[in-house]
């Protein structure tokens, strides 16, 4: 019999969950084989860079190699990514890896193709900028480990060089006082202050900015004289009348109330103009000093699924049949963030983990028709809710379905609790539930021994 090669392009939290499970299903026999390519050699869960970005998470323990699970779980790593298709012929195309600058010269691996029978796309999302000038030069994404690591390094960076300065104006400021001066800078200016912006105010936006004033205030206790409230200014952008638009409107007011108490200033209904190196101007005219600039305030698909020959919309998603097989080759599904599913009576499935996690489920089932020959079912989205999560202030979300007869709305405890066994879930995903539990348990011992932030 011929083998049945199923080839799995993007490793994040659908993908990872669906060749996991597929390698636990059909890993061990010889019909079918199972690739995950993806240009990265470990997968981070990605609604977790925001904590990555504030310090306060460390990658290198919540970090999974690929090679790894691929050796526990029965499928094929392929490393690179993926620049091209042939329809025709049934393979992809991957751009060479390069080698690291002490490996010496040319590539680790060479541009090649790789077959399949099935392949599915589970590429994720990317930042969209959406033609602002200056935004993609001038601001920090969060798509990345390495793109939240930047952020925590200029973080730092942006602090110590404040408290540097707030230390060399002292003397200054000080005879000034005792001749009846103001306390000011040498310049006339107010004490400096470490300026950063948030451009859009989604999940990623707040949940980034409750973090980075709970980083402010750690940093205190470690030594650094900045005031975690008055010298750590912290600003979101919305282009929207209220932030979280997607979100219930009692959530979104919840939330913003909460991050007033956090001296966190919001700016709703104006929008960017132009971003430069140390400023951010607003439609309103108005200019904000910037340290440091995130742009958290759309997403769009990766731009090599406009050039695959596939149906795509506006944002370069794949559309996509109820089946999520691609509206224009049967043999070719699509997932996640990277695909356009309708959501009958409410639009498309929203880009969350929630919706990737429940199509990995589905795409389980979908496949084993496949390799049976028989029609293939119909995915049905089931929205649960939504949680944001304000680090150790505060959790806000509302869940839903048929257990509590509609939505219900949760804050506190409660909510943090729920927001925290999210992660769980796709951690036991894709190593089950006692190794899940000895990974929480490892988690809260390794806390008592490390610094709350990473310092360096």
């Known amino acids: 019999m011929s083998v049945h090669r199923i080839v799995v392009v993007g490793g994040g939290a659908g993908g990872l969950e669906l060749v996991t499970r597929l390698g636990d299903k059909y890993g061990r026999g010889k019909d079918v084989q199972i690739t995950l390519v993806d240009r990265s050699l470990s997968h981070i869960w990605k609604p977790l860079l925001h904590e990555v970005a504030a310090g306060v998470m460390d990658t290198a323990t919540h970090q999974l190699s690929y090679v790894a699970q691929a050796n526990w779980h029965h499928f094929e790593f392929a490393t690179g990514e993926m620049i091209g298709l042939d329809r025709a012929a049934k393979t992809i195309r991957l751009a060479a890896v390069p080698a ?114 709970n980083t402010a205030e750690v940093l205190r206790s470690y030594g650094l004289k900045l005031d975690p409230r008055k010298d750590v200014r912290i600003t979101i952008i919305e282009s929207s009348p209220r932030i ?40 309103s005219g108005k200019i904000l000093p910037a340290d440091i600039t995130v742009w958290s305030a759309g997403i769009t698909a990766p731009p090599v699924l406009g050039t695959l020959g596939l149906d795509v919309n506006r944002l370069n998603q794949i559309e996509v049949l109820p089946t999520l097989q691609s509206k224009t080759d049967p043999d070719i599904f699509a997932f996640g963030d990277c695909a356009s599913c309708e959501w009958p009576e409410h639009g498309f499935v929203p880009p969350r983990a929630q919706a990737a996690h429940q199509q990995a489920s589905f795409l389980v089932k979908a496949i084993e028709a496949r390799l049976k020959g028989q029609s293939l079912p119909t995915f049905t989205y089931r929205d649960f809710g939504s949680l944001v999560s304000l680090g150790k202030f505060s959790a806000v979300g509302n869940l839903m379905g048929g257990l509590i007869g509609g939505s219900m709305f949760i804050e506190g405890l409660f909510a943090r609790v729920m927001y925290t066994s999210l992660y769980r879930m796709h951690v036991a995903a894709l190593h089950g539930v006692w190794r899940m539990m000895l990974d929480t348990v490892a988690n809260r011992l390794r806390r008592s021994t490390v610094p709350r932030v990473k310092l360096h």
Request: contains cysteine; negative net charge.
């Open 100 to 213: 690291a600058d002490d490996e010496g010269e040319g590539d680790l691996l060479p541009e090649r193709t790789l077959p399949y029978d099935t392949l599915v796309l589970a590429i994720g999302s990317t930042t969209n900028f959406f033609g602002v000038p200056g935004a993609r030069e001038h601001t920090i994404a969060l798509d990345t480990v390495e793109q939240a690591e930047r952020f925590r390094r200029r973080l730092m960076a942006a602090c110590v060089r404040a408290q540097s300065a707030a230390e060399a104006s002292a003397p200054v400021a000080a005879t000034e006082a005792q001749s009846g001066g103001a306390l000011l800078s040498p310049s006339g200016a107010q004490r400096p202050k470490v300026n950063l912006v948030i451009v859009g105010a989604g999940a990623t936006g707040v949940e980034l900015s409750a973090e980075l004033r």
């Open 244 to 283: 979280l638009k997607a979100l219930p409107e009692r959530v979104s007011g919840a939330v913003a109330g909460l991050l007033a108490k956090l001296d966190v200033d919001i700016l709703c209904g104006d929008s960017v103009a132009e971003v430069r190196a140390n400023e951010v101007t607003l439609t």
